[in-house]
């Protein structure tokens, strides 16, 4: 998982730092948009770049997208309660520009993208299909009442739009994948300092 906190985080600080300035169209108030536009590209782009290195190394011919068509802003330009959508909670015309720079740097390496509704992909168990109301989101763990799967709701999610593409795809027992990676996903946190992507446990096991 790659969080997008360090997004929000700017939205957060720059708007914080623009409302310092007297006047929208300074200087400085035109400076720091411009400042936060380069960071969020940057952080689009190194966030694509490390989703199809990955991929590349892992041998994945193709990456599936949750598409959030009909997903927009509002007349006020605020984002629209995405809901289901957890931790991705970018706008959604940032979200189509991720997706196109993950389009064209998969396409590079040959690896297909493709698009598909996220309908009913949260309410929906990833592991026995079922979606009859004996699941539950509790502290972002989805919890199925029928078969026991408790897994991290972003994953679960996830599996369900990949599986909308590949369901013969195994999704337990496969070679790189630990009992439990279903609750407890690997979670990469953007690091400010090197404007890179880095395992939660810093340290030895950083990856390359
Ligand atoms: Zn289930």
Same mark, same amino acid.
Not at 9 to 32: G, M, N, P, Q, T
Not at 121 to 136: A, E, H, V
Not at 154 to 174: F, M, Q, S
């Given at each position: 998982?790659?969080?997008?906190? +360090?997004?929000?985080?700017?939205?957060?600080?720059?708007?914080? #730092?623009? @409302?310092?300035?007297?006047?929208?169209?300074?200087?400085?108030?035109?400076?720091?948009?411009?400042?936060?536009? #380069?960071?969020?590209?940057?952080?689009?782009?190194?966030?694509?770049?490390?989703?199809?290195?990955?991929?590349?190394? =892992?041998?994945?011919?193709?990456?599936?997208?949750?598409?959030?068509?009909?997903?927009?802003?509002?007349? %006020?330009?605020?984002? =629209?309660?995405?809901?289901?959508?957890? %931790?991705?909670? &970018?706008?959604?015309?940032?979200?189509?520009?991720?997706?196109?720079? &993950? #389009?064209?740097?998969? $396409?590079?390496?040959?690896?297909?993208?493709?698009?598909? /509704?996220?309908?009913?992909? /949260?309410?929906?168990?990833?592991?026995?299909?079922?979606?009859?109301?004996?699941?539950?989101? $509790?502290?972002?763990?989805?919890?199925?009442?029928?078969?026991?799967?408790? @897994? %991290? +709701?972003?994953?679960?999610?996830? $599996? %369900?739009?990949? =599986?909308?593409? &590949?369901?013969?795809?195994?999704?337990?027992?496969?070679?790189?994948?630990?009992?439990?990676?279903? @609750?407890?996903? +690997?979670?990469? &946190?953007?690091?400010?300092?090197?404007?890179?992507?880095?395992?939660?446990?810093?340290? /030895?096991? =950083?990856?390359?």
């Amino acid at each position: 998982m790659y969080p997008g906190g +360090a997004l929000k985080e700017d939205i957060y600080y720059f708007a914080k #730092e623009r @409302a310092k300035c007297d006047d929208s169209a300074s200087w400085e108030a035109r400076r720091l948009d411009r400042k936060q536009t #380069e960071r969020r590209t940057h952080f689009l782009h190194t966030l694509s770049k490390r989703i199809v290195s990955a991929c590349k190394q =892992r041998s994945v011919g193709t990456i599936v997208i949750g598409d959030l068509g009909g997903i927009r802003d509002d007349e %006020n330009g605020d984002a =629209r309660n995405w809901g289901d959508h957890g %931790n991705l909670d &970018l706008h959604g015309w940032a979200f189509d520009r991720f997706t196109s720079m &993950l #389009e064209y740097k998969a $396409e590079d390496e040959g690896i297909e993208v493709v698009r598909k /509704s996220e309908r009913d992909t /949260s309410k929906t168990c990833s592991s026995c299909g079922t979606k009859d109301g004996n699941q539950r989101i $509790e502290r972002g763990l989805y919890v199925c009442d029928d078969c026991g799967t408790v @897994a %991290n +709701a972003d994953v679960n999610g996830a $599996e %369900n739009i990949r =599986r909308k593409v &590949l369901p013969n795809l195994a999704t337990d027992g496969g070679r790189d994948r630990d009992n439990g990676w279903m @609750a407890q996903p +690997a979670v990469h &946190l953007f690091d400010r300092s090197e404007g890179s992507f880095a395992p939660r446990e810093q340290g /030895s096991n =950083r990856e390359p």
